[in-house]
């Protein structure tokens, strides 16, 4: 027994009257005070049921965190066309920067984490290849037993406009054939049907108000599933229900700009690629959203859209519809008024005008590569282009001209129709003993020339026998004409031909000389 305790006995026993025998402690445990005993068991009721609260508190948390767990099995079903971004994106959306595209089907995951539950989990994603070759492998990613937890993602490439169409009805029609042959239950595929109209109807605008935690969101749905008023669908909508989930993501929505300056499009091809595209999720009961990688437009908003429709997440993220390549349209907003809306901007299309009609696809151009070519040193270019002329053989440059056809300045002469000009090759034969210096040009060679003449003169009028006289009955008894015609004629003959007298004409004249 402790000291205090002793002292504490030692005290109550000595204050007891002298004829009541002193109590041991067991005595007194059993037979104290009735008020006394009755207060202790009051406080050992209080204590129990204090450690009941606590227990019961606990397993209510802890049963409550267990029911709002993140569930697991949640899978995304990626198509598209090759190039259209498919793994790109999922990338983008994991956080990995370089990814290796593979072949036939991909497989990756979204890390998903719930701050308010402190839960994570992961979504699995499968990427189907771009070739249809391919479907085959759908069977691994999708079954019966899974089905009702996959969103449909269909990818189209907003750089290749021409070609979203048909790559959202090849690839809905790939996965409608792949259910149809799940052989799902007729009552199972009629209650995923209903919960897609049902969501589509109960739709409403998101307000800004904060976040609730999981526990009342739960709570808040069921209120809202039994006090919403469910509207009726309208036309042209979810003609074609699939029972799950569809999300239409147009990539590369940056290649808009190029598209304006490469291939003229206006603000009216990109409200009628986006009214037939709206009309596609109409029909499918699909939400639709522009992306952008390269500026990072509307990635971290897919995101959030994703776990919302999966897992519950709150999503107050409103319409997108103002800008051209930053479009966001969650299920169940749109119907074909609000589609209208984009018909009013349209001038040379009309809205029932076919897709390939008014956007077509453009002549294909042939790129040629050109090979680089490196520009030689110029040492070496030069020293080639000697070597080459070296072996060329020397270019006939034509008949020299004569320096005596060009004055001091050293321009040519005009040619004259004197003819003594065009005669300077002519070597005529000095008369008499005057001496031809051969130093002499241009006037010179006209004197050589008039003194050849005056000699011919000379020698034709001067008979041996007779006078002057002499020469006009001479020459009116033979009928002749006079030397000076036959001398003019001469001229007049070599004025005609401007080329050098050939040697034949320096023979003639030398036979009328002699």
Known sequence: ??????????????????????????????????????????????????????WSSILSEVSTRSRSKLPPGKAVLVTGEDGSGKTTLIAKLQGVEDYKKGRGMEFLYLDVHDEDIEDHTRCNVWILDGDTYHKGLLKFAVTTDNIKDTLLMLVVDMSRPWMVMDSLQKWTNVVQEYIDKLKIPPEEMKEMEQ?????????????????????????????TN?????????????THNLGIPVLVVCTKCDAISLLEKEHDYRDE????????????????????????????KNIDLM????????????????????EKDAVFIPAGWDNEKKIGIL??????????????????????????????????????????????????????????????????????????????????????????????????KGAASEGVLANFFNSLLSKKTVSPGGGPSNLQGSVK??????????????????????????????????????
């Not at 007049?492 to 031909?497: F, L, M, P, S, V």
Request: net charge neutral.
């Open 477 to 514: 008894k033979g009928g002749h004409k006079p030397v000076l015609t036959d001398v003019q004629a001469e001229l007049d003959r070599i004025a005609r031909k401007p080329e050098a007298v050939s040697p034949t004409h320096t023979s003639i004249a030398e036979d009328k000389a002699s």
């Open 195 to 223: 919960n897609l109209v049902r969501q589509f109807q109960e739709y409403e605008e998101p307000d800004k108000e904060t976040p609730v935690s999981p526990q009342r969101r739960s709570m808040v749905s069921q209120e």
């Open 1 to 54: 027994m402790a000291p205090i305790e002793a002292s504490k006995s030692r005290r109550r026993a000595a204050n007891l009257p002298a004829s009541t025998p002193p109590q041991s402690k067991c005595a007194g445990a059993g037979q104290g005070d009735p008020q006394r005993r009755r207060r202790g068991a009051s406080g050992e009721g209080e204590e129990d049921e204090e450690e009941n609260n606590l």
């Open 269 to 296: 091809h990109f409200d009628f690629i986006q009214s037939h595209i709206r009309r596609f999720c109409l029909q499918y009961g699909a939400a639709l959203i522009y992306t952008s990688i390269k500026e990072n």
């Open 343 to 440: 018909h009013e901007n349209f001038q040379s299309l009309k809205a029932d005008d076919k897709f390939e009609d008014g956007i077509m696809k453009p002549p294909v151009r042939k790129f040629v590569h050109e090979k680089e070519i490196l520009s030689e040193d110029d040492q070496v270019f030069l020293m080639k282009q000697q070597s080459f002329l070296a072996k060329q053989p020397p270019l006939s440059t034509g008949r020299p001209l004569d320096s005596s056809t060009r004055v001091a300045g050293g321009s040519p002469r005009t040619p004259s129709r004197s003819g003594s000009a065009n005669v300077v090759n002519v070597t005529p034969i000095p008369s008499g003993n005057k001496k031809i210096d051969p130093n002499i």
């Open 303 to 322: 995101y959030k859209y994703l776990v919302h429709k999966l897992y519950g997440f709150p999503f107050h993220s409103p319409v997108l519809v103002v």
């Open 226 to 238: 039994e006090e919403s008023v469910v509207l009726p669908l309208g036309t042209n909508t979810l």
